[in-house]
């Protein structure tokens, strides 16, 4: 079991960063390649980004490319995602979640973190 805690979150302006943490607990944390997803109020939960177990490799959703950095450090068992040009529509719940290479679907969630950016 593998047990997750964002944290990072806040309220902030359009325009303005925010780095999102990631901290893992429990199995090797090197073991999983990991995600970030969001869900706003009424909205579907959306993938965010996505890095592989070395994070060599990473995968962004359309609407982040570009603005965010998905990132990790193995040795502290951390991950971590830097937004950068934060827009309104950002606002949402950030969980991080982690995953056997093998699978698209995440084994284990956080409980979430809130971003809320202003116009």
């Known amino acids: 079991q593998v047990q997750l805690v964002e944290s990072g979150g806040g309220s902030v302006q359009a325009g303005d960063s925010l780095r999102l943490s990631c901290a893992a607990s429990?199995?090797?944390?090197?073991?999983?390649?990991m995600g970030w997803f969001r869900q706003a109020p009424g909205k579907e939960r959306e993938f965010v980004a996505a890095?592989?177990?070395?994070?060599?490799?990473?995968d962004y959703g359309d609407s982040v490319k570009g603005r965010f950095t998905i990132s990790r450090d193995n040795a502290k068992n951390t991950g971590y995602l830097q937004m950068n040009s934060l827009k309104p529509e950002d606002t949402a719940v950030y969980y991080c979640?982690?995953?056997?290479?093998?699978?698209?679907?995440?084994?284990?969630w956080g409980q979430g973190t809130q971003v809320t950016v202003s116009s």
């Open positions: 979640a982690v995953r056997r290479p093998v699978l698209s679907t995440y084994d284990y």
């Open positions: 429990g199995r090797t944390f090197s073991s999983y390649a």
């Open positions: 890095i592989s177990r070395s994070g060599i490799s990473t």
